[in-house]
């Protein structure tokens, strides 16, 4: 007999009704059922009796499973207690497993203090050792950036009115809290601005140069901190969205706490001289929020250059037996680039000093006001010559200290001869004259006499293919570039920012001539030994297309000055358009496309010195070649352009030693 309360009758008699054996507990049998009868009786007396069918369908009883009433109730208990137990038990795997390393970073962070000092930058030299661009000892001035937005001032007067009524202080409302602080405001607000006038002063700046580096700063920190909010906010969402469905309802407010750059120092003055960084370091003793902190300053030791040129052998209307010194700036300010003290969002996203998610340490990692490289070599080559940080991480729960010592960044060494660059560079000043409009030039430019030519060149060394002297002018200075940035990046007609040597494409005009013999005859298209007749055009009977030069300028043919048809050093000599209109026409559109790719044009020559053009061969967009295009670009003209290291390079490679 068991405690399941299951029902059992007795035999059944003429005459008798059912005994019904109540379950432990009950006092009274229940009242007869209705419509209960004799026949109802023995039927139900006789399933009592029968045995169950171990095939019948249907779920074994509870009792029969557990036959105790007590552990029943227990298994009744343990169950509420596993389903009670799992909405916990799978928050703790989301926060230990799914997002575990998050959260413990974030324990990690509020646990340790670091404190960062400077790395110094790599130097750049050049292929004999001098020093291109490398730091100097100098000093920054940060200041807290509660100063910065002036929000000190509101906090200050907040502390004040709060120490002043500090007995009645909980049971005021919030107007009557901004009312006794506002009462205060002006007070701290004056403090505010007259610190900031003693800064400008000591700087040597005004205030409007001041407020707008300020405003600078706080433009890079809001932009930061959007940044990490969205990252935040989108983690939040997917959190909950998965708990609770897409619409979760969380907003940008609900994760916009401030953040590291919103609580530290920023840097307002860099490479300060001795004497100022005195001052200001003895103006924080009664300003908490001002700091002075060693640095380095970028400096450019051979930006400046005077050069010394003989003239002996210049053309006639500039020569002379008297050498000219010339003095030429921004020496290579196109290839090593410049330094820009204003971090974007997305440097900080690409590389940030400790990442939001995971908490890792980059100590090369990027904050607002670090030094990055711009433009050139220090832009491609960022990543080498940007140091460590060194770090001092006091740990808050167990005191114990641990400093790492910073690391310079890598020394760059450049295949630039820098006293060859600045050679260059003064050959090609319009003072000298080589660079400028002249009379023998015969009126072809609606420049006036004496104006300044601008242009490009490359000197290569043709054992190695080396770059020796990479030169585009107009150039600039650093210092134009923070005084005055519109003289270099607002000039339209001279463009002084573009690196002409390397980032923009020119037709190649008559030079690619050999180019366009070697590839001819190597394809099997042309017999170099085969003359070719000057006719002085190409199309018969269509005077106007296809032209000569000497018929164009002159009325007259190659054949009539030489008086036989062109072989190939002739043509080459004189260079015979009409030959090498044949060249083009014999080549094709099919074999000028292979031959301009082999010769590197649709490439980057890969110099690391700033953005490089690859030039280009075929229509634009489309990349198609026509037969009438094919003929145009065996003179250099048509749809097809290089760069001079892509025309250097040529050359170089079909001089003697070379195969």
């Known amino acids: ?21 109540l379950p432990a507990g009950m006092s009274s049998p229940p009242g007869p059922r209705p419509f209960d009868n004799e026949a109802s ?3 139900r007396a006789a399933d009592a009796r029968r045995p169950p069918d171990p095939i019948a369908p ?34 703790m795997f989301r926060l230990t497993v799914v997002k575990g390393d998050e959260h413990r970073a974030a324990a990690e962070r509020a646990l340790v203090r670091r404190k960062w000092t400077p790395t110094v930058r790599g130097q750049i030299l050049d292929r004999k050792g001098r020093i291109l661009a490398t730091d100097r000892p100098a000093f920054d ?72 580096r300020r405003a ?64 200001f370091r003895r103006q924080s003793l009664a300003v908490p929020g001002l700091h002075v902190n060693d640095a380095g300053q970028r400096e450019y030791p051979h930006e400046t250059m005077s050069v010394s040129i003989d003239r002996s052998r210049f053309p006639v209307w500039v020569r002379s037996d008297e050498p000219a010194v010339v003095t030429v700036s921004g020496v290579g300010a196109h290839v090593l680039g410049w330094m820009r003290t204003r971090v974007f969002a997305e440097d900080i996203a690409r590389r940030p000093l400790i990442d939001p998610r995971t908490g890792e340490v980059d100590r090369g990692g990027y904050q607002p006001g670090d030094a990055v490289g711009q433009a050139g070599v220090e832009r491609d080559l960022e990543q080498r010559l940007r140091g460590l940080r060194g770090q001092t991480v006091q740990r808050l729960d167990t005191g114990s200290i641990e400093e790492t010592p910073a690391e310079p960044g890598q020394t760059v060494r450049l295949t630039i001869d820098i006293a060859l660059q600045a050679r260059i560079q003064a050959l090609m000043s319009p003072e000298l004259g080589l660079a400028a409009v002249q009379p023998w030039h015969g009126g072809k430019s609606q420049l006036p006499e004496g104006a300044a030519l601008n242009g490009a060149a490359v000197v290569l060394d043709v054992a190695t293919g080396e ?52 590839a001819a005859v190597a394809a099997g298209k042309h017999n170099i030994g085969a003359p070719i007749e000057c006719t002085g055009h190409f199309l018969p009977g269509r005077t106007d297309l296809f032209r000569c030069w000497i018929y164009k300028q002159y009325h007259t043919t190659h054949n009539a000055q030489l008086g036989h048809d062109l072989a190939a050093p002739e043509a080459l000599a004189v260079s015979c358009n009409i030959y090498f209109y044949t060249v083009g026409r014999r080549l094709g559109p099919d074999g000028m496309n292979e031959w301009a790719r082999r010769f590197g044009i649709g490439s980057t020559p890969g110099l690391h010195a700033g953005p490089e053009h690859p030039g280009f061969i075929g229509a634009i967009g489309s990349g198609a070649i026509t037969p009438s295009d094919s003929i145009h670009m065996g003179i250099g003209q048509g749809p097809i352009a290089w760069t001079p290291p892509h025309s250097a390079a040529w050359f170089a490679s079909f001089s003697p030693g070379r195969s």
Do not use: C
């Open 141 to 212: 001035v940060a200041v807290d950036y509660r100063l910065i937005t002036g929000e000190w001032a509101s906090d200050e007067a907040a502390a004040a009115a709060r120490a002043a009524n500090r007995e009645r202080w909980l049971t005021l409302d919030a107007e009557g809290r901004e009312r006794l602080t506002a009462e205060r405001l002006p007070i701290y607000q004056a403090r505010l601005d007259a610190f900031w006038r003693t800064f400008a002063q000591t700087a040597g700046l005004s205030e409007d140069d001041i407020n707008d």
């Open 216 to 279: 600078r700063i706080m433009s890079d920190v809001q932009r930061t901190a959007a940044i990490v909010w969205e990252r935040a906010l989108k983690s939040r969402q997917r959190d909950l969205s998965s708990r609770s469905g897409p619409d979760s309802g969380v907003t940008l407010s609900d994760v916009a706490r401030p953040i590291r750059e919103q609580r530290q120092p920023h840097v307002v003055l860099r490479g300060v001289d001795d004497s100022t960084a005195f001052e």
């Open 467 to 518: 770059v020796l002297a990479l030169v585009s002018t107009p150039t600039f200075t650093r210092a134009q570039i923070e005084s005055d940035p519109d003289l270099i990046f607002r000039d339209p007609l001279n463009n002084p920012w573009a690196n002409r040597a390397t980032n923009v494409p020119y037709p190649p005009g008559s030079i690619i001539k050999p180019m366009m013999l070697v």
């Open 41 to 43: 009786g023995r039927r």
């Open 58 to 91: 249907g779920p074994m009883p509870v009792s029969r499973l557990i036959p105790s009433m007590f552990h029943r109730r227990l298994a009744l208990l343990m169950s509420l207690v596993v389903v009670g137990m799992a909405p916990l038990a799978g928050q």
């Open 1 to 21: 007999m068991s405690l399941a309360g299951l029902v059992q009758t007795s035999a059944v008699g003429a005459g008798r009704r059912p005994v019904t054996l």
